[in-house]
């Protein structure tokens, strides 16, 4: 008999951890953390992108700045960015799809609101279009900032002793 061949048992289905968001969610947490400069550079990003995004949108401010909190800010955004937001873009795939992507504007919006949430009130927002152009710019600065930084996908580490070509 080959090897690899059924052998007439009914073949049992993978556990139901190996399946589904969260799954996927904890592999890619282990990515993220397994590459610690990735990590670093994305929080740093995070955090100058929530920071020029206040100072950029009129009707988002901060309550109580002080500047070490920029360090807690880039933290809590990129952790919410690297582990909420994945979550919130599969949830919202269809619509994702169907509306090309404006959806990100509005889980933009989420993570802001989220943040603000969870540091007791430092970002404060006068109205629900001033959160909604905070999430437009969070988008676009981020993926700008990103993008210049070289954190966007494919990020390929070189091994120990690879040579740049010419």
Do not use: C
Request: proline content about 6%; overall charge positive.
């Amino acid at each position: 008999m080959a090897e690899g061949a059924p052998t007439g048992r009914a073949v049992s289905p993978l556990p139901v951890s190996h399946h589904g968001i969260g799954a996927w969610a904890v592999l890619r947490l282990r990515a993220e953390l397994g590459n610690w400069r990735l990590l670093l550079v994305r929080t740093l990003t995070a955090g100058v992108t929530v920071v020029a995004t206040v100072f950029l949108v009129p009707g988002l401010s901060f309550q109580h700045w002080r500047h070490g909190e920029f360090v807690l800010v880039g933290l809590v955004f990129g952790l919410l960015t690297a582990l909420v937001k994945p979550i919130l873009q599969f949830l919202a795939l269809r619509y994702l799809v169907v509306s090309y992507g404006l959806v990100l504007v509005l889980i933009n919006a989420a993570l802001l609101w989220l943040l603000s949430l969870l540091l007791g009130n430092l970002i404060h927002a006068r109205s629900l279009l001033a959160v909604l152009l905070g999430g437009l710019i969070v988008g676009v600065v981020g993926l700008l900032l990103d993008t210049i930084v070289g954190a966007t996908p494919p990020v390929l580490d070189r091994p120990p002793g690879a040579e740049e070509g010419p």
